[in-house]
């Protein structure tokens, strides 16, 4: 449910197993009966991971910031629309939802080719929802094009939202893999001392390097991959930058199997000073299996205002 409420995740990795186990049932009574007994047992798993019934209550006072806890309360509503609506129907609503309840005045829902990017980051980044919005309009063209089509994507066969929400003209609408970024919402969460803007140039270096390895296709509309990034979620983009330049190491996306990669360090080979020609087999032993993600452009951007 957290993939939900933070827009971590395309709506085929949300909803789409849920919504078939809805669709064997032929009594429209009992699939609405079924998805309240899921949020019920929802909200008694998360607190019963706690050892004591104690711990379970702080956990949703203490540990909760109530801006988040509040989302994931309001987001069973829509939710329960999932049993006669489509998943990118329902993840669309959502979104629009989460926009208008915003306590800081955003103005209406966006439209255009990069609303739903939008929307999603403003889910994504929580308490650091402004200064992430306000760095997207300030981005280069390109890494705000490429995050508005990848973040468009929906990882649904035959599904797509609304045509004045995203990039119509992106071949993306209608390719895949989509992409699950875990813990995208921690990466922008952490933003820290970080130039936001600098921070979703990262992001969408991420996507694209990913999109390497996994170039989209039309028959793969309806699947996505997960890439964590929790290796890097905590990390200033500047530590990063310098651990490229005082090691023999470099942060690069790794293909773990046909629908997984991880963000790692990654040892190097040398043919000169200047000229890295591969990368170790120690992480992977084909090196197609690996795309640096190429921070040397970045250090120039440090400064740069947001």
């Known amino acids: 449910h957290g993939w939900l409420v933070q827009a971590e995740a395309p709506p085929g990795a949300i909803f789409s197993r849920f919504r078939q186990v809805l669709r064997k049932c032929t009594d429209p009574t009992r699939s609405a009966r079924d998805i309240a007994l899921y949020?019920?047992?929802w909200i008694t798993d998360l607190a019963g991971a706690e050892p004591t019934p104690l711990g379970g209550c702080e956990?949703?006072?203490i540990k909760f910031p109530l801006p988040v806890l509040n989302s994931f309360l309001r987001s069973f509503a829509t939710?329960?629309?999932i049993a006669s609506e489509t998943e990118t129907e329902v993840m669309e609503s959502y979104l629009i939802s989460r926009w208008t309840e915003q306590v800081a005045a955003l103005g209406p829902p966006p439209t255009g080719p990069p609303a739903i990017a939008k929307m999603r980051l403003l889910c994504m980044a929580q308490m650091?929802?402004?200064?992430?919005l306000e760095a997207f309009d300030c981005l280069q063209p390109q890494d705000r094009n490429d995050l508005s089509a990848e973040l468009a994507m929906t990882a649904c066969e035959g599904q797509c939202y609304s045509s004045d929400l995203v990039p119509v003209d992106s071949p993306l609408m209608t390719s895949g893999p989509a992409f699950l970024i875990y813990y995208g919402p921690a990466f922008l969460q952490g933003l820290g001392s970080d130039n936001p803007v600098i921070r979703l140039k990262l992001l969408a270096q991420v996507y694209r390097m990913a999109r390497k390895l996994w170039p989209a296709s039309p028959d793969k509309m309806g699947s996505h991959v997960t890439v964590r990034v929790d290796a890097i979620k905590g990390l200033s983009v500047s530590d990063m930058i310098a651990t490229e330049q005082t090691t023999d190491f470099r942060w690069a996306i790794v293909r773990k199997n046909a629908s997984?990669?991880?963000?790692?360090?990654?040892?190097?080979r040398y043919k000169s000073e200047e000229d890295v020609i591969a990368v170790s087999s120690n992480i992977s032993e084909d090196e197609s299996d690996v795309a640096l993600l190429e921070l040397a452009e970045f250090s120039m951007e440090m400064c740069s205002p947001a």
Do not use: C, L
């Open 39 to 41: 949020f019920v047992h």
């Open 260 to 268: 997984e990669a991880f963000v790692d360090q990654v040892p190097i």
């Open 79 to 81: 939710v329960g629309r």
């Open 59 to 61: 956990k949703f006072v």
């Open 128 to 132: 650091n929802a402004v200064p992430i």
